[in-house]
């Protein structure tokens, strides 16, 4: 088992930038591939970013390509989201995710909210106008 804790969210004016951090307990982090979703009030939860165990292969929304970037620091046990560009569209909480490598049979199935067993409890972003 994992256990996720999400950090980092606050308010942003429209163009900033903010950095997301997720502290996986554990000592087989690098066993997990972890993705980062976003749901905004009234929506459904949204996929955002996504990273392999190794970190050598990253997958993105269309809407946030350009301006996010997921990163893994599997010393640190940690999975980041540094956000560019900030809009207020972006605005939402944040939910990183965990789910173990071998559970994988395509790389879409990082995409699917349903892929993953393993939820921080979120951080909220909110991006004024």
């Known amino acids: 088992q994992v256990q996720l804790v999400e950090s980092g969210g606050g308010l942003v004016q429209a163009g900033g930038s903010l950095k997301l951090s997720c502290a996986a307990s554990?000592?087989?982090?690098?066993?997990?591939?972890m993705g980062w979703f976003r749901q905004a009030p009234g929506k459904e939860r949204e996929f955002v970013a996504a990273?392999?165990?190794?970190?050598?292969?990253?997958f993105y929304a269309d809407s946030v390509k350009g301006r996010f970037t997921i990163s893994r620091d599997n010393a640190k046990n940690t999975v980041y989201l540094q956000m560019n560009s900030l809009k207020p569209e972006d605005t939402a909480v944040y939910y990183c995710?965990?789910?173990?490598?071998?559970?994988?049979?395509?790389?879409?199935?990082?995409?699917?909210?349903?892929?993953?067993?393993?939820w921080g409890q979120g951080t909220q972003v909110t991006v004024s106008s």
């Open positions: 990273i392999t165990w190794t970190g050598g292969n990253t």
């Open positions: 995710a965990a789910e173990l490598r071998y559970r994988r049979s395509v790389s879409s199935d990082l995409t699917r909210r349903g892929h993953y067993d393993y």
């Open positions: 554990g000592r087989t982090f690098s066993s997990y591939e």
